[in-house]
């Protein structure tokens, strides 16, 4: 079997751990193992693909892995949810705070914290999301 076919085989099974697991640990070796699968082409010397396929694999493990993290999980913003930013709406329930209270926003009662205090009837603008909690503002 060709020294190149060996690598395409394992790129191949590589690849299908990582979409198994979702780890972010086997995609590199995936990149590596391409890398010394094309190697190959070049060299009839075993000991130069393995060294392109573990060294290489560890590199972009160790200098990319956090990276990737921080980017697939940076939060996304839910559009439905996101669109009521802006919106006004009224208070129902006094907003102390270091006490939650309750907004109604389109038609909806949400939980709202504010950093002053907000009566009971009085006009608020939503500010943020955070989490389930609105982050509000009176208005006039």
Do not use: Q
């Not at 086997?26 to 990149?31: K, L």
């Not at 990276?67 to 697939?72: E, N, Q, R, T």
């Amino acid at each position: 079997m060709e020294p190149w076919l060996i690598w395409l085989i394992v790129v191949v099974i590589l690849a299908i751990i990582e979409l198994v697991t979702v780890n972010l640990v086997t995609i590199w070796f995936v990149i590596s193992g391409i890398c010394a699968s094309l190697a190959t082409l070049f060299t009839d010397n075993i000991v130069i693909p393995f060294g392109i396929f573990v060294v290489g694999g560890i590199i972009l493990l160790l200098t990319t892995k956090n990276v990737m993290i921080k980017y697939l999980n940076h939060p996304k913003e839910d559009m439905n949810l996101g669109r009521i930013i802006n919106m006004k709406g009224i208070v129902i329930k006094k907003i102390i705070p270091d006490k939650n209270g309750i907004v109604k926003i389109d038609g909806k009662e949400w939980s709202a914290y504010s950093l002053s205090e907000i009566e009971e009837g009085k006009k608020v603008k939503v500010l943020k999301i955070k989490g389930v909690k609105l982050e509000v503002e009176e208005i006039e």
